[in-house]
T-cell receptor, first 117, second 114 residues
Framework: SAVISQKPSRDICQRGTSLTIQCQVD?????MFWYRQQPGQSLTLIAT?????????ESGFVIDKFPISRPNLTFSTLTVSNMSPEDSSIYLC??????????????FGPGTRLTVL | GQQLNQSPQSMFIQEGEDVSMNCTSS?????WLWYKQDPGEGPVLLIA?????ELTSNGRLTAQFGITRKDSFLNISASIPSDVGIYFC??????????????FGKGTLLTVNP
């Protein structure tokens, strides 16, 4: 497993502003992911953040709205740009640990609860 | 994309009762994962299943990977108040060969009355 922390844990932001969320892992990992969980909903993958290359975005998510950085194997950031109330969600980062018995297992951070007014 | 149908959507039970929830898919999954999410927290991995027919336990939790590879169930025995939370099934997407894309079910909200 991996210990994952996120900052901030929550924030209330004004419409039109941007917020950068940080994700820190206690060990080096190849794959990091960013998810969105809208109120009362399941998790939806935003993008996969790989070190040394551009993030891969899922359908419905674009880099201009959700720019991602992955400067090293233990850290990533997700920015929510030009926010609107519809962006109010929990944003979660996760990592995939490698190994024959843990393939495809993902471990999640505690999430960042974002409210946009 | 692949979809997971999770049921029931919510459950209200008395402490001490057993609970069962399941996930089905129209597509085959190579791995089934069960997560629990406490209020205000990220999901925590409970059980991972890798082989069709596999039955795995983690304390009072038992999960099975269906023989057809299109379904899985999670049982909780002798429920306690701290079992309260949302339980999600998840599986890696096999389309496009990108096994690391996890698809999540919509979750089962469990409430346990003391």
């Amino acid at each position: 497993s991996a210990v994952i922390s996120q900052k901030p844990s929550r924030d209330i932001c004004q419409r039109g502003t941007s917020l950068t969320i940080q994700c820190q892992v206690d060990s080096q990992v190849t794959m990091m992911f960013w998810y969105r969980q809208q109120p009362g909903q399941s998790l939806t993958l935003i993008a996969t953040a790989n070190q040394g290359s551009e993030a891969t975005y899922e359908s419905g998510f674009v880099i201009d709205k959700f720019p991602i950085s992955r400067p090293n194997l233990t850290f990533s950031t997700l920015t929510v740009s030009n926010m609107s109330p519809e962006d109010s969600s929990i944003y979660l980062c996760s990592v995939e640990t490698s190994g024959s018995k843990t393939y495809n297992e993902q471990f999640f951070g505690p999430g960042t609860r974002l409210t946009v007014l | 994309g692949q979809q997971l149908n999770q049921s029931p959507q919510s459950m209200f039970i008395q402490e001490g009762e057993d609970v069962s929830m399941n996930c089905t898919s129209s597509s085959i999954f190579n791995t089934w994962l069960w997560y629990k999410q406490d209020p205000g927290e990220g999901p925590v991995l409970l059980i991972a299943l890798y082989k069709a027919g596999e039955l795995t336990s983690n304390g009072r939790l038992t999960a099975q990977f269906g023989i057809t590879r299109k379904d899985s169930f999670l049982n909780i025995s002798a429920s306690i108040p701290s079992d309260v939370g949302i339980y999600f099934c998840a599986g890696p997407s096999v389309s496009g060969g990108s096994n690391y894309k996890l698809t999540f079910g919509k979750g089962t909200l469990l409430t346990v009355n003391p």
